[in-house]
Structures are given as structure tokens and as C-alpha cells.
């Protein structure tokens, strides 16, 4: 190896490891700037979406507790947040590349993406359900022969419906789609018969367009959690994220949330989605535990 060449590996070695270590210090940055940058989704609704030219939804008020709660564990009068907005290709992008600290919208907290990226504690859990026409609506597996349905990329709703293919020969075409809004507005333009995602999001949707639209359940059994999503190598965010997670559900702050957003009227219509928390959340919800700040 000449001179020349191994002074080229030496600069990008010492590049690496300073873009190493200041990609590790997510915390440290929040605490010397006061300032923590946050992303939320356009059409989560109602855990994320855009109102007024901001964004609302219970995934969003409860980011907001929880910069008041890493506020008193950081011992910093005040935390200001930068929303960056963006669709979930996107996100995870700028998560992955620390141009964002913390997603508060509907992401998925499952193994595969625990591969690339930490994950807060759950804060929802749901569970995979069909949006389709009415006149196209099922009463049990075997009804969905035949049927296009659009579902999301890394959702584990993809491999539920390939073990129920498998069961019905291979009889439904999956369209994957970047994220929910795309999947959305295949489906809604007719593209697909169905859409195969998260309860939750369904009934959301169902609840501002009730008349010509129908939701089918499949007992899958499994259930879907959504965590925060932080940038793999952002351990002690994580860590004080849980803690802070962990006194908004166990003190009540939580429960509060679900009232505003599931059983009370919310924008932009007022409609009330009238969904008493389910058993799996109530549950997980009950049963957790505080979890100290490392």
C-alpha cells in the first residue's frame, strides 16, 4: 500500500468513527440544544395527521408528553421541538440517517424492522382487519379467493395473508404499497378490491366515510403493536424514551389520550370513532411496569 493510500484509509476511518460517535449521541445533542426533532405522518389518522397546517393525533400529544417528560428527567426548563413531516419511506430514511430523533405516527414495532432500527415500548396494540366495498365485504377466509388486496411493505399483515394464500392455493393477489396513504388511494381509486392493514386505521377511515364502506375481520389471532421508532444506535434516547412511556401509562396520562382520541368527538369532522379500548390493550396496559432510566 502506497502512502497516499493509506493516508486515504486513514481519513475515511477517522471519518467514520466521527460520524460514529456523533450518530450515538442523540441524547447528548437534545441535552446540549435544548431541542429534539420529531416526525408525524400526513394520514395516520387519528395517530398522526395534519390539522391547520399541524399535526394532531394521539401518537402526537403523546410525544409532546413525553418531551415535558425527558424535560424533568434531563433537569432542562425547555425542550423545543421540530416536526419534520414526510410519508413512511421517507421517515425511516431520515431516522436511519439521524436527520430525525423519534417517528410519532403508526409504525409497526416488529422483529424485522428491530434489525435496523430501536423501538420505544409499545404504546397500541391492534390487529390486522379487510377495508373493502360493501358488496364486496367477507364473512369467513374463503370469500377472499380471488380478491387484489393492496397491503403495506414491512407489515406484518403481509405474512398473515401469505399463510392464509397458502391455505386457499394461492387464490389472492397482494399488491404492496410504500405506506398506509398509498395504500389508501390505490384502494379508494379501485385499483385493488381490498386493503389489508391495522383495525385501528380501518375503522378511523370507516368512521369519516361510513356509507358506501365495509370492515371484515379474519380471526389471525396475532396481534400488532406500535412503538416509537428511533435510529439503531440511539440506546440512551431509547432508554429515557421508555421511562418517560412508562410514567404517562402507569400515572393515568395515558388512559386520558384514549378518551380524547377513541372516545370523544376529533377534527377535522368532530366524529367520535366510539372505540372502547380492546382486551389486548387494556391488558397490556394494566399490566405494565415503570421502567427505570439508564
Known amino acids: 500500500m502506497t502512502m497516499k493510500n493509506y493516508l486515504s484509509l486513514l481519513f475515511l476511518i ?20 435544548h431541542e429534539i426533532t420529531l416526525s408525524y405522518s400526513y394520514n395516520d389518522y387519528p395517530f398522526s395527521f395534519i390539522q391547520n397546517e399541524k399535526p394532531v393525533g394521539m401518537a402526537i400529544d403523546l410525544c ?57 415500548k409499545p404504546y397500541f396494540v391492534t390487529t390486522t382487519a379487510f377495508l373493502s366495498k360493501k358488496n364486496d365485504a367477507i364473512h369467513e377466509d374463503k370469500d377472499l379467493h380471488g380478491k387484489t388486496i393492496a397491503v403495506i411493505s414491512g407489515d406484518s399483515t403481509i405474512g398473515r395473508i401469505n399463510k392464509l394464500n397458502h391455505k386457499l392455493n394461492f387464490s389472492l393477489l397482494m399488491v404492496p404499497t410504500a405506506d ?93 370513532l366510539n372505540m372502547p379500548m380492546s382486551k389486548a390493550l387494556k391488558t397490556y396496559i394494566n399490566s405494565y411496569k415503570p421502567v427505570a432510566a439508564s
Open 180 to 272: 398506509y396513504s398509498s395504500a389508501l388511494e390505490l384502494f379508494k381509486s379501485g385499483g385493488v378490491k381490498m386493503l389489508a392493514t391495522d383495525e385501528v386505521l380501518l375503522a378511523a377511515f370507516l368512521a369519516k366515510e361510513p356509507k358506501n364502506y365495509s370492515i371484515s375481520h379474519i380471526d389471525f389471532v396475532d396481534t400488532d403493536v406500535y412503538g416509537l421508532m428511533l435510529a439503531k444506535e440511539s440506546l440512551p434516547l431509547t432508554s429515557q424514551v421508555n421511562s418517560a412511556l412508562a410514567q404517562i401509562i402507569t400515572s393515568g396520562e395515558y388512559n386520558v389520550l384514549y378518551k380524547k382520541w377513541f372516545m370523544s368527538p376529533i377534527p377535522p369532522a368532530q366524529k367520535n
Open 14 to 33: 477517522s471519518a467514520f468513527s466521527i460520524f460514529h460517535a456523533q450518530a450515538n449521541d442523540s441524547l447528548d445533542n437534545i441535552k446540549k440544544t
Open 64 to 120: 409532546q408528553d413525553l418531551v415535558h417528560q425527558l424535560e424533568k428527567q434531563l433537569d432542562i426548563a425547555h425542550i423545543d421541538i421540530h416536526w419534520v413531516g414526510g410519508k413512511q419511506v421517507e421517515t425511516f430514511n431520515r431516522v436511519k440517517e439521524h436527520r430525525v430523533d423519534m417517528t410519532c405516527s403508526a409504525i409497526t414495532r416488529n422483529d424485522a424492522r428491530l434489525k435496523s432500527y430501536n423501538f420505544s
